[in-house]
């Protein structure tokens, strides 16, 4: 195939990335950096040090971070575990992980929602048992929660990804050497499955700090993450150019997400599934 017919293929993805990537980015950093006028202004980037807002970055950074640690600590020993079962990419069991990544995301969520709320599902159990009810509902304990079901899969995947790839050679000369089980983990798989961990960390964090649906569904009116901030500006408060502001600054995290993937996992073994 010759270079003209390759490009030619290429056309309709670069309408499409013109379209739905391009296009919206420039008008979030057109509307974020001008006012109601048009006029050019930093004050709706600024507007991120206020009070209301300041909190409201500040407690999505706790929740995503703790969420990420969550998905983290219970992702790697469950891919140690399939890479210890010698279970391929295309086996049942990774499809079992990926199986919910294909359902609505927002029925996900509803459906811990039912789950959790006072008169859930879980509750419902609990009385029948006549065991204390959980009111967990509407805390920062429920984002959490959601956030860890809805993006564990972006974390173990990569990790899994990484680990299959070490060869047991590798393995069988450090326990030829004396090296134990935490020796060979600590010295030999967690260096080697850095581009995995960083790849998934990444993966959860960012849109763990950026949703809005899970802390309005599970956290209710109470708690506002900066997501749900932003969300308000363009929906209700038809303040476009405040909301494209406070996304700019989000996009400092994202950047800073592409520069350890680059730096870490330069050649994508933690994103290539």
Known sequence: MNRKKKELLAFPYIIWMAGFTIIP?????????????GSFTLENIMAIASPEHAKALALSLVLAAVSTLICLILAYPLALILRSRHIGQGSFIVFVFIL????NFLLRTMAWQTLLEKNGVINSILSFFHLPQLSIINTPAAIILGMVYNFLPFMVLPVYNVLAKIDDSII????????DGVQTLVRILLPLSVPGIISGITMVFVPALTTFVISNLLGGSKILLIGNVIEQEF?????????????????VFILISMTLIAKYDKNGEGTAF
């Open 235 to 251: 929906t209700k408060g038809s303040n476009w150019n405040l909301g494209a502001g406070l996304s700019i600054v989000l996009m």
């Open 100 to 103: 919910p990544m294909w359902m």
């Open 172 to 179: 069988n000369a450090a326990r030829d050497l004396g090296a």
């Open 25 to 37: 980015l420039l008008m979030i950093f057109y509307y974020g950096l001008t006012d109601r006028s």
